[in-house]
């Protein structure tokens, strides 16, 4: 029962060439850098992620990116970064494109042994009709483009529903607050959306702790995700745990005659 790995090279040691990847995290909050750091350093290449972006430049994800180790990413939004954009209209990488709810949920429905379901997001657009852009050629064009999804009419008010299919793979990635040695873990606020989530779908699910308790030290009405979905923790340095990456910093400027001080 005893889940505690040694350290975050041993943590990802049988994620192989061509791996399916379900990665916990938004932008750069809650996304597990340290077991992704060390899959970094482990090479391996032709990986097939599911997050819900690819990072930024230089964090999270994006240090695959750079290395050219992932193939195919299905995410929700590419967001600001430009290396992911281009690879993406530069033919170098598929890119499955999905509602964020929609991912969600096929990330959950595959965790629970739910093959498919019925729902109203993207009905009407290329999402349920396809031929969105999956890979680019090298001459621009569209090289492989998203197949047409059954669509059909369900409920009292005869409403039109897409048919999504539940995702699962071979590892998942994921960052928790706080983690027993069975694997129970507990996570701070944004974090919780997508790294329980991705922990489901995973066949063999690696959580990265920045604190590990003894069992039966969490209540278990605090625990967000059940240790039978895990099979492994890392157990984060007190260093590790702190350094956590900003993606947008803003601050403003308050007028002193408010009563606020500048921040």
């Not at 041993?10 to 750091?37: C, K, N, T, Y």
């Not at 993406?88 to 509602?99: D, H, N, T, W």
């Not at 709810?101 to 965790?111: C, D, K, P, Q, V």
């Not at 040695?181 to 699910?205: D, K, T």
Request: net charge negative; hydrophobic share 40%.
């Amino acid at each position: 029962m005893d889940k505690v790995q040694q350290s975050a090279d041993d943590a990802v040691r049988d994620i192989h060439e061509g791996a399916s990847l379900a990665v916990g995290g938004f932008g750069l909050g809650g996304v597990p850098q340290v077991l992704i750091a060390a899959l970094r350093r482990r090479g391996v290449g032709g990986l097939r992620v599911v997050s819900n972006n690819c990072g930024v430049d230089g964090g999270g994800l994006g240090t695959l990116l750079d290395d050219a180790r992932i193939a195919r990413a299905t995410c929700s939004y590419i967001g600001a970064n430009k290396e992911f954009a281009r690879q993406y209209l530069g033919g170098e990488i598929e890119v499955e494109l999905v509602p964020q709810g929609t991912l969600a949920e096929r990330l959950r429905a595959g965790g629970c042994g739910i093959p498919a379901f019925y729902t109203p997001a993207g009905v009407g657009t290329q999402v349920a009709e396809g031929g969105m852009p999956w890979r680019y050629g090298p001459d621009g064009g569209v090289a492989l483009a998203s197949p047409p999804k059954e669509v059909r009419r369900l409920g009292e008010d005869d409403r039109e529903y897409v048919l999504e299919h539940g995702i699962t793979t071979d590892f998942a990635l994921i960052r928790a607050a706080k983690g027993d040695r069975h694997g129970n873990l507990v996570f701070n606020r944004s974090a919780r959306n997508f790294n329980p989530l991705a922990a489901m779908a995973g066949r063999i699910a690696i959580a990265e702790v920045e604190e590990l308790v003894e069992p039966g030290e969490l209540d278990p009405d605090a625990v967000h995700l059940p240790g039978v979905f895990v099979q492994r923790v890392l157990v984060l340095s007190p260093e590790q745990a702190a350094d956590k990456g900003v993606e947008n910093r803003t601050i403003r400027t308050v007028s002193a005659e408010a009563g606020v001080s500048a921040r």
